[in-house]
């Protein structure tokens, strides 16, 4: 089975950029979460959905992150306009439709704004 | 609000010794789930293992044990016989039972586990 698959891989951008954020979750899986991991503040949830609809974004940093769920196979993290403090990797996961099942994580996108 | 503890940054061990890393949550539902994460130097996140809040029978997969006391609210981890591939960043994580908000997975700061020959 596929897990969760993330891209690009990797992303070198100069500050002021538009940056886009892919991911494809496991098929089945009812939730889908995005995460930021920094040295300074560890595993930070963004934003989830639930069926392809925003359930909390509280943890969106300010407005130029935005986060969309257009069909359950595909949900989009961007960022515009970039600054060098969005640096960071950025995790996927998702999850079926109970909270003891487990969040399985893409590898991530290591994002560095110059 | 839920909280994970994770009160070892870093630890040291040379291969073949047992380590255990230490885990303490906090939560106010009676009913919850608990998780640990490796992150290998790779970075990629892999589940190892989950617990339910009423299954406190401790767990052992190979050299992997877990042992949960809800009378402590801990959920520790301990590796037999470590080595060098069991190196990572290691994270004990809470989910609370239900939706909607209640499905947010709660992550600790990590431990680091470096296993040197």
């Known amino acids: 089975d596929a897990g969760v698959i993330q891209s690009p891989r990797h992303e070198v951008t100069e500050m002021g950029q538009e940056v886009t954020l892919r991911c494809k979750p496991i098929?089945?899986?009812?939730?889908l979460f995005w995460y930021r991991q920094t040295m300074m503040r560890g595993l930070e949830l963004l934003i989830y959905?639930?069926?392809?609809?925003?359930?909390?974004d509280s943890g969106m940093p300010e407005d130029r992150f935005s986060a969309k769920m257009p069909n359950a196979s595909f949900s989009t993290l961007k960022i515009q306009p970039s600054e060098p403090r969005d640096s960071a990797v950025y995790f996927c996961a998702s999850r079926g439709v109970t909270a003891n099942q487990p969040q399985h994580f893409g590898d991530g996108t290591r994002l560095s704004i110059l | 609000a839920q909280k994970v503890t994770q009160a070892q940054t870093e630890i040291s061990v040379v291969e073949k010794e047992d380590v255990t890393l230490d885990c303490v949550y906090e939560t106010r539902d009676t009913t919850y789930y608990l998780f640990w994460y490796k992150q290998p130097p790779s970075g990629e996140l892999v589940f190892l293992i989950r617990r339910n809040s009423f299954d406190e029978q401790n767990e052992i997969s190979g050299r992997y044990s877990w042992n949960f006391q809800k009378s402590t609210s801990s959920f520790n981890f301990t590796i037999t016989a470590s080595q060098v591939v069991d190196s990572a960043v290691y994270f004990c994580?809470?989910?609370?039972?239900?939706?909607?908000?209640?499905?947010?997975?709660?992550f600790g700061t990590g431990t680091r586990l470096q296993v040197t020959l």
């Open positions: 098929s089945g899986h009812d939730y």
């Open positions: 994580a809470l989910s609370e039972a239900g939706t909607g908000t209640a499905s947010k997975l709660t």
């Open positions: 959905f639930n069926n392809n609809v925003p359930i909390d």
